[in-house]
């Protein structure tokens, strides 16, 4: 009795249709992932990037206060050795004499320059703090910035290895973000 042979050519290829669609999906998904992670990365770099930018500009503007209030404190402290020379001429010329307007003035003169101190260097802490949190936030979007790049070459290379190290670096951002802004 002869053999009957059942013809597995077209069943083979079907199998491996299968699979080569199956494994299209998957590559599908993946950088359908990546696609979507990398698009987070950008968003978290732009607001950290407005962030960053806001504090910079904060800081200068406290800064340029800053001075503005030492130049208003130096001003105060050159009227005020100007009244307690001229009420030094004053005494020297006749000690009856005596300006009481001058007098006043002076410890006006020093009740202001402790306040316009005072306000000077609120303002020099206020921008040192905003400088503190510029450069916090700017190390994130560095590394955001540096996720997203990963990230581009993970999909052209295919290596999902790259692409879990981009996640590990936006996580790393975050915390840098998180704590610019606390």
Do not use: C
Not at 43 to 59: D, K, P, Q, T
């Amino acid at each position: 009795m002869e053999e009957i042979e059942v013809p597995t050519e077209h069943l083979q290829e079907a199998i491996h249709e299968k699979a080569e669609e199956k494994k299209n999906e998957e590559k599908e998904k993946w950088m359908l992932g990546v696609a979507l992670s990398t698009a987070v990365m950008a968003v978290l770099a732009a607001i950290a990037g407005l962030l960053s930018g806001h504090h910079v500009n904060e800081a200068m503007i406290e800064q340029i206060k800053s001075s503005d209030q030492w130049a208003f404190y130096q001003s105060k402290s050159i009227k005020s050795e100007i009244a307690a020379s001229t009420d030094k001429i004053l005494h020297t010329l006749s000690a009856k004499t005596v300006d009481e307007d001058n007098s006043k003035n002076l410890a006006r003169y020093e009740k202001e320059k402790e306040e316009i101190k005072k306000e000077a260097e609120e303002d020099a802490k206020s921008s040192e703090a905003h400088l503190a949190k510029h450069v916090t936030i700017s190390k994130a979007v560095t590394i955001f910035q540096i996720a997203i790049a990963i990230s581009a070459i993970a999909i052209l290379t295919r290596r999902k290895t790259l692409w879990y190290a981009a996640i590990a670096l936006t996580l790393a951002g975050s915390v840098f973000l998180i704590l610019g802004v606390m």
